[in-house]
Nanobody, 124 residues
Framework: QVQLVESGGGLVQTGGSLRLSCAAS????????MAWFRQAPRKEREFVAA????????YYADSVKGRFTISRDNAKNTVYLQMDNLKPEDTAVYYC?????????????????WGQGTQATVSS
C-alpha cells in the first residue's frame, strides 16, 4: 500500500516556474515507477512524465518536453516535477501516481496508487 500526497501548486504568470512535490508513504516506494498526470477543466486526465524506480530513466509527454523535469529522491520517498516556462495551457490539477510495473507506462489504468492532486494555475 502506498499513499501519495502532492504539494507545491499555486498561481504563476506565463513564463514562470513551479516545483511540485509528491510525498509517499510505505517502504516500497523505491520499487515503483512514479509519474505525474494532469487534468484541465473539461478535459480528460493526461500523462505528463514518468521516472523509473531508480531514477535513471525518464519519459515525457511531447507537450512538456524541454520545459518540465521529473526527479525522485528515494531516501526521502519523494518525487518532484519542476515546471519551467509555464504556459496558460499548463493550468490543471496535477496528480502523482505510482505503478508497480517493470516498464514505463502512460495509461491511467496502469497506475495502482494516486494522490489527491494539487492545482497549478498559469495566468496570461
Amino acid at each position: 500500500q502506498v499513499q501519495l500526497v502532492e504539494s507545491g501548486g499555486g498561481l504563476v504568470q506565463t513564463g514562470g516556474s513551479l516545483r511540485l512535490s509528491c510525498a509517499a508513504s510505505g517502504r516500497t516506494f523505491a520499487t515503483y515507477i512514479m509519474a505525474w498526470f494532469r487534468q484541465a477543466p473539461r478535459k480528460e486526465r493526461e500523462f505528463v512524465a514518468a521516472i523509473s524506480s531508480r531514477g535513471d530513466s525518464t519519459y515525457y509527454a511531447d507537450s512538456v518536453k524541454g520545459r518540465f523535469t521529473i526527479s525522485r529522491d528515494n531516501a526521502k520517498n519523494t518525487v518532484y516535477l519542476q515546471m519551467d516556462n509555464l504556459k496558460p495551457e499548463d493550468t490543471a490539477v496535477y496528480y502523482c501516481a505510482a505503478a508497480n510495473r517493470g516498464v514505463f507506462v502512460t495509461r491511467m489504468n496502469d497506475y495502482d496508487y494516486w494522490g489527491q492532486g494539487t492545482q497549478a494555475t498559469v495566468s496570461s
